[in-house]
C-alpha cells in the first residue's frame, strides 16, 4: 500500500508564501512521475505542477502559477516540495499531492492521492 501524506497549508495574507510537502511512504518501488492539483469550491481539480523522475526532473507548471510556484523533489526521502510565492486569493483552494508509484518491481505502476491540505489566501 501507498500513501501520500501532505503538510503545509495554512492561511496567508495575498502576496505570502507557503510550501506544501508531500511524503510517500509504504511499498514505493519506483515513483515515476508526483505533483500537486488543487480543488477551488465549486471548480474542477486542476493540475499545478508536476516534476518528473529521473535527474533533472522536468517540471511542468499550470499557466496560472509560472514565475511564483516551484515544485521541487528529494528522491530520497521519497517527498515533494511546492513553494508558493506571491500567493493570490484565487489560490485558495484545497491542494492534493498525486503521485504515480510501482509498488514493487511485479507490479504495474498505480495513480495515488494525499487526503488534501487547505491554502487560504486572504485579500
Known amino acids: 500500500q501507498v500513501q501520500l501524506v501532505e503538510s503545509g497549508g495554512g492561511l496567508v495574507q495575498a502576496g505570502g508564501s507557503l510550501r506544501l510537502s508531500c511524503a510517500a511512504s509504504?511499498?514505493?518501488?519506483?515513483?515515476?512521475?508526483i505533483g500537486w492539483y488543487r480543488q477551488a469550491p465549486g471548480k474542477q481539480r486542476e493540475l499545478v505542477a508536476t516534476?518528473?523522475?529521473?535527474?533533472?526532473?522536468?517540471?511542468n507548471y499550470a499557466d496560472s502559477v509560472k514565475g511564483r510556484f516551484t515544485i521541487s523533489r528529494d528522491n530520497a526521502k521519497n517527498t515533494v516540495y511546492l513553494q508558493m510565492d506571491s500567493l493570490k486569493p484565487e489560490d485558495t483552494a484545497v491542494y492534493y499531492c498525486?503521485?504515480?508509484?510501482?509498488?514493487?518491481?511485479?507490479?504495474?505502476?498505480?495513480?495515488?492521492w494525499g487526503q488534501g491540505t487547505q491554502v487560504t489566501v486572504s485579500s
Open positions: 498525486n503521485a504515480v508509484v510501482q509498488p514493487t518491481p511485479w507490479n504495474p505502476p498505480n495513480n495515488y
Open positions: 509504504g511499498s514505493t518501488f519506483s515513483i515515476t512521475a
Open positions: 516534476i518528473a523522475s529521473g535527474r533533472g526532473g522536468r517540471t
